[in-house]
């Protein structure tokens, strides 16, 4: 019996490509990236570490937006945000470290400085590493600011 050209190509639509990472290195990646989704590690298994999603909600669980207040280092390689009640915020200050991203951080055009920060925004929804380098312990989509001042460095407390 002879399968219509129609019927052959469905089934081999159903084929699943090969695998270009194997089981061990995505367990490995698993464990290495916490909060990694099982739909982003299967984009690598068979894509390849360059078909992973370049946006951190594309490929980590994140919390739902809810709203955020504080202090926002900017720098040139660090963006650091430290919820209130903070006095102080560089890389530096105790507690997790904050990377700040998304378009409506962006598009506000900020120069570098220190920052009083009201956003709405999700936060990855488990510690790992995250922002530049992975040096940072969360990171913080802003889906939205609210408000943003600058802040005078001698107003707040040296650390």
């Not at 690598?44 to 669980?61: S, W």
């Not at 660090?78 to 598009?107: E, M, Q």
């Given at each position: 019996?002879?399968?219509?050209?129609?019927?052959?190509?469905?089934?081999?639509?159903?084929?699943?490509?090969p695998e270009r990472l194997s089981d061990n290195a995505i367990q490995e990646m698993r464990?290495?990236?916490?909060?990694?989704?099982?739909?982003?590690?299967?984009?690598?298994?068979?894509?390849?570490?360059?078909?992973?999603?370049?946006?951190?909600?594309?490929?980590?669980?994140?919390?739902?937006?809810?709203?955020?207040?504080?202090?926002?280092?900017?720098?040139?390689?660090?963006?650091?945000?430290?919820?209130?009640?903070?006095?102080?915020?560089?890389?530096?200050?105790?507690?997790?470290?904050?990377?700040?991203?998304?378009?409506?951080?962006?598009?506000?055009?900020?120069?570098?400085?220190?920052?009083?920060?009201?956003?709405?925004?999700?936060?990855?929804?488990?510690?790992?590493?995250?922002?530049?380098?992975?040096?940072?312990?969360?990171?913080?989509?802003?889906?939205?600011?609210?408000?943003?001042?600058?802040v005078s460095d001698a107003a707040t407390l040296t650390e």
């Amino acid at each position: 019996m002879r399968l219509a050209p129609a019927m052959l190509l469905l089934t081999q639509g159903c084929e699943q490509p090969p695998e270009r990472l194997s089981d061990n290195a995505i367990q490995e990646m698993r464990q290495g990236m916490p909060g990694v989704t099982e739909r982003c590690l299967n984009k690598i298994k068979y894509g390849g570490i360059e078909a992973m999603p370049l946006g951190t909600d594309e490929c980590f669980e994140m919390t739902p937006a809810r709203h955020w207040k504080g202090l926002w280092r900017r720098e040139f390689e660090n963006s650091r945000f430290c919820p209130t009640p903070a006095v102080s915020c560089s890389y530096h200050t105790a507690g997790d470290r904050i990377w700040l991203s998304g378009k409506a951080l962006t598009s506000s055009g900020t120069n570098e400085g220190l920052y009083e920060i009201e956003f709405v925004g999700r936060r990855t929804a488990r510690k790992g590493s995250y922002g530049h380098l992975s040096a940072f312990d969360h990171e913080i989509i802003v889906d939205q600011v609210m408000d943003l001042r600058p802040v005078s460095d001698a107003a707040t407390l040296t650390e």
